[in-house]
């Protein structure tokens, strides 16, 4: 497998690049996987414990979240099964066009 372009900041400084790094590209479902290795990281050494809920965190999202949002879990958010909805930060034009689905009772 190939990619068209890839690059690696630390400290605000480029460390290692390839492609053609100054052309936008709309990816998908690659921040969950770097995330989720660098979770992996701070699970090990103990600073983040993955049964921690949102509410136990004191973490909300813009416009709040509901009370039963709030009991997901760390793990839960990882495995994209938290029960957590909310309008996504940035669509491209073909997903703003998909009909949205409802926030669940």
Do not use: C
Not at 25 to 49: A, E, M, P, Q, T
Not at 76 to 92: F, N, Q, W
Request: hydrophobic share 35%; charged share 25%.
């Amino acid at each position: 497998m190939s990619s068209n372009a890839f690059i690696v900041v630390l400290n605000g400084r480029l460390l290692v690049s390839w492609g053609n790094i100054k052309e936008k590209l709309d990816v998908y479902s690659v921040r969950k996987s770097f995330l989720n290795s660098l979770l992996g990281i701070h699970v090990n050494n103990g600073s983040i414990n993955l049964q921690k809920t949102l509410g136990d965190l004191g973490i909300d999202d813009k416009g709040g979240l509901m009370e039963q949002e709030k009991t997901a879990r760390i793990i839960d958010l990882i495995r994209s099964r938290s029960g957590v909805y909310h309008k996504a930060a940035y669509e491209t034009k073909k997903n703003k066009t998909l009909p949205s689905t409802a926030r669940p009772i």
